[in-house]
């Protein structure tokens, strides 16, 4: 079956940096993707990774190992706004061509 | 980035009414959407994926008879929540798939809550 695991809070210092784990078992895979999303509000794009490496996006950065089936969302130098819930989402292989959510990782900024 | 625009952000019913809900690419041409059902302080669970001029695919558990989904447009597809219930209240959002980001990125919708009395 799928399965994607994160955890399910974590707390963080405004200013810090954070690390939110992301481990993933898929039938294939094509792709992981993290995703933002602010309470009541539908998600946004923040990252993509399909080969093994280090992404670099501003304050955001993805890494991917597909050996070990992990990724993790950094996020650096973090600001108040950056409270959220971080999703995610794995495209595995096959025609279906349908993502699939982890349960979200919910991320309090405090001061 | 490609827009994908969902009506309407807010519905509240009867129990035992349906709702519809339009989910729009407006920029793009979307042969396949996917609905999402997502419950308070939970994840998106995919309900079903939405096929341009045929029937929906529906995931295991989601009722088809209960959620009607009709893809009449390479632009358009509606969710219907047949005869309402309260445990049915929920946050519902449409996605598609462009390809004008390269990687074919998912694309949400502004959402929709649905509040059944």
């Known amino acids: 079956g799928q399965n994607i695991d994160q955890p399910t809070e974590m707390t963080a210092t405004e200013g810090a940096i954070v690390q939110i784990n992301c481990t993933y078992q898929?039938?294939?895979?094509?792709?992981l993707f993290w995703y933002q999303q602010h309470a009541g509000e539908a998600p946004t794009f923040l990252s993509y990774?399909?080969?093994?490496g280090l992404e670099e996006k501003g304050r955001f950065s993805s890494f991917l190992s597909r050996s070990k089936g992990y990724s993790y969302l950094l996020l650096k130098e973090l600001q108040m706004k950056d409270s959220a819930s971080y999703l995610c989402?794995?495209?595995?292989?096959?025609?279906?061509?349908?993502?699939?959510f982890g349960t979200g990782t919910l991320l309090a900024v405090q001061p | 980035g490609a827009v994908v625009s969902q009506h309407p952000s807010w519905v509240i019913c009867k129990s035992g009414t349906s709702v519809k809900i339009e989910c729009r690419s407006l920029?793009?041409?979307?042969?396949?959407m996917f609905w999402y059902r997502q419950f308070p302080k939970q994840s998106l669970m995919l309900m079903a994926t939405?096929?341009?001029?045929?029937?929906?695919?529906?995931e295991q558990g989601v009722e088809k008879d209960k959620f009607l989904i009709n893809h009449a447009s390479l632009t358009l597809s509606t969710l219907t929540v047949t005869s309402a219930h309260p445990e049915d209240s929920s946050f519902y959002i449409c996605?598609?798939?462009?390809?004008?980001?390269?990687?074919?990125?998912?694309?949400f919708g502004e959402g929709s809550r649905l509040t059944v009395l």
């Open positions: 996605s598609a798939r462009s390809q004008l980001s390269g990687f074919g990125e998912l694309f």
């Open positions: 898929t039938s294939g895979f094509n792709g």
């Open positions: 990774n399909v080969l093994d």
């Open positions: 989402a794995v495209l595995p292989a096959g025609a279906t061509n349908k993502l699939i």
């Open positions: 920029d793009f041409q979307a042969t396949t």
């Open positions: 939405s096929n341009e001029g045929s029937k929906a695919t529906y």
